[in-house]
């Protein structure tokens, strides 16, 4: 499985930014997908979550209301919306796949552990 994320870059606070997650070597719409992000310094966070069939999403509390994430199956790519940026949404961004159905806990959709592949990160940087 590999997992590729893209659309990174440097852009002021206010500003907006796509990424993109393209996935190959599994069965992309028996996954969950989920987006991390890790700043200098910190640990590895959660950020959103989308279900294998895009019926539920979930998103980390800082980022409601200004991030959203989508799929397309026949694309083979998840994608992640962020509008009004702040310079603390700084980070490195990840995308990554969870192989397990059904409804979770939403714990279990923060835990990195509960993710099965991981892409190799794309930068995210908001000037104020």
């Known amino acids: 499985v590999q997992l590729q994320a893209s659309g990174g870059g440097l852009v002021q606070a206010g500003g907006s930014l796509r990424l993109s997650c393209a996935s190959s070597?599994?069965?992309?719409?028996?996954?969950?997908m989920g987006w991390f992000r890790q700043a200098p310094g910190k640990e590895r966070e959660f950020v959103a979550r989308?279900?294998?069939?895009?019926?539920?999403?979930y998103y980390a509390d800082p980022v409601k209301g200004r991030f959203a994430i989508s799929r397309d199956n026949a694309k083979n790519t998840v994608y992640l919306q962020m509008n009004t940026l702040k310079p603390e949404d700084t980070a490195v961004y990840y995308c990554?796949?969870?192989?397990?159905?059904?409804?979770?806990?939403?714990?279990?959709?923060?835990?990195?552990?509960?993710?099965?592949?991981w892409g190799q990160g794309t930068q995210v940087t908001v000037s104020s």
């Open positions: 990554a796949a969870d192989r397990s159905l059904g409804l979770r806990s939403t714990s279990y959709y923060t835990r990195l552990t509960s993710y099965d592949y």
């Open positions: 070597g599994h069965t992309f719409s028996n996954y969950a």
């Open positions: 989308i279900s294998s069939n895009s019926a539920t999403t």
